[in-house]
């Protein structure tokens, strides 16, 4: 079930939408948000999927841009936008106004349709795009604190402060890597896969498979050699001689 629904209006706050969805799945993993256009897949329900999201959610972030109040379908029954909103205040979820920009100016309750007048009541957060990272992060704060089940994944999941978790998948370039490693490596290259100790994929030859060895010494040749080998080792074998 996804615990996050982000409500938006497209041409409004699509871009919003999309950041805020990016960092709360980034925290918390994809299956926790909602976000229509990401994740109604091809050939679902559009009408049935909207609905059953928004019902179900636990927080509702509805992305409210400068636009938002005056477009003429907040007043429409049909509309989605509205219709999202409504359906989680009916099924008891929270309902946050995330306002886009400085511009955008809080909700009044004397403006809104009576059905949405709840909005101008709800505490609202401000994301600014341009200097998002703050804000996002303030969201993701906001988000943990509603939902104690992500808050509790998130730190479950959480490396301790001397552990190395990085995970490489399809990278292309130079990839540096200390201590544990997950994931692919290389595109096109060799690839790697739940490696512990050192490990070189750069460019040259790298040789994983050689002899193996045990004794005072030894020799190893393959391919053409012309001369003499000789050795001389310490010490005296099995039958006493020096050799």
């Not at 982000?6 to 909602?34: C, H, K, M, Q």
């Not at 994944?153 to 990278?171: F, H, I, L, Q, T």
Request: hydrophobic fraction near 35%.
């Amino acid at each position: 079930m996804h615990e996050v629904f982000i409500n938006y209006r497209t041409g409004d706050g699509d871009e919003a939408a999309f950041a805020i969805e990016r960092e709360l799945s980034g925290r918390f993993g994809p299956e926790a948000v909602f976000r229509a256009s990401k994740s109604i897949g091809a050939g679902e329900d559009f009408n049935r999927e909207l609905l059953r999201a928004a019902q179900n959610c636990t927080v509702l972030l509805a992305v409210i841009g400068p636009d938002w109040l005056g477009h003429p379908r907040l007043r429409d029954e049909n509309d989605w936008v509205r219709r999202e909103i409504l359906e989680a205040y009916a099924n008891a979820a929270m309902v946050i106004p995330v306002l886009k920009g400085r511009l955008t100016e809080r909700l009044r309750k004397d403006l809104l349709p009576p059905e949405l007048g709840r909005l101008a009541d709800a505490q609202s957060l401000r994301l600014d795009v341009r200097d998002g990272e703050s804000g996002l992060a303030r969201i993701a704060q906001v988000v943990a604190k509603a939902v104690p089940a992500l808050r509790d994944a998130a730190s479950a999941d959480a490396p301790g402060k001397d552990s190395v978790r990085n995970s490489s998948s399809d990278a292309s370039g130079t990839v540096v890597q200390a201590r544990d490693i997950s994931g692919v490596v290389g595109n096109p290259g060799p690839v790697i896969r739940n490696v512990h100790g050192s490990v070189h994929a750069g460019s040259g030859d790298m040789n994983n498979y050689s002899q193996t060895f045990s004794g005072d010494g030894a020799t190893y040749i393959q391919g053409d050699h012309h001369g003499n080998i000789a050795h001389r080792f310490g010490g005296k074998s099995d039958d006493g001689a020096d050799r």
